[in-house]
């Protein structure tokens, strides 16, 4: 079965609590759920962790590399700077799809800037949890049937 991580960056932790009306009521919790049960139903392993540390989210991309794992990525408000995690995702072999909850192009201004988006083969944002199921399809797609 190919093998999917999905990584959650800082304050995805608090979905559900953290600004609703933005992220949704829905749980991290639940966005694991919802991320297994839409990897499983396109033959997928889906693995999904959350990280308010960049060092923690480097490791794990890292970890996906070395195990052929693709990635579907919401490194949060560090998605707008962190460089080290940019380069992390460069040097991942297999894709990397960057998503988002929220549309990032409609909100505050520092939100359009994304040092990620270039290193990643694309972007899904701006439908709730559907962006995830929308990242997995499209990794779905571009990984050949069996072993990621």
Partial sequence: MREIFVLNGPNLGRLGVREPQVYGAGTHAQLAEFCRTS????EMSVEVRQSDHEGE????LHEAADRGAAVVLNAGALTHYSYALRD???AHPGPVIEVHLSNT???EDFRHTSVLTDVCVGVVAGF????YRLAL????RL???GRT
Avoid at 137 to 140: D, F, G, L, M, T
């Fill in 39 to 42: 990897g499983a139903e396109l």
């Fill in 57 to 60: 989210l480097i490791g794990w």
């Fill in 88 to 90: 992390a995702v460069a």
């Fill in 105 to 107: 192009a409609a909100r």
């Fill in 128 to 131: 709730g949890f559907d962006s």
């Fill in 137 to 140: 399809q499209a990794v779905s």
């Fill in 143 to 145: 990984l050949p049937s």
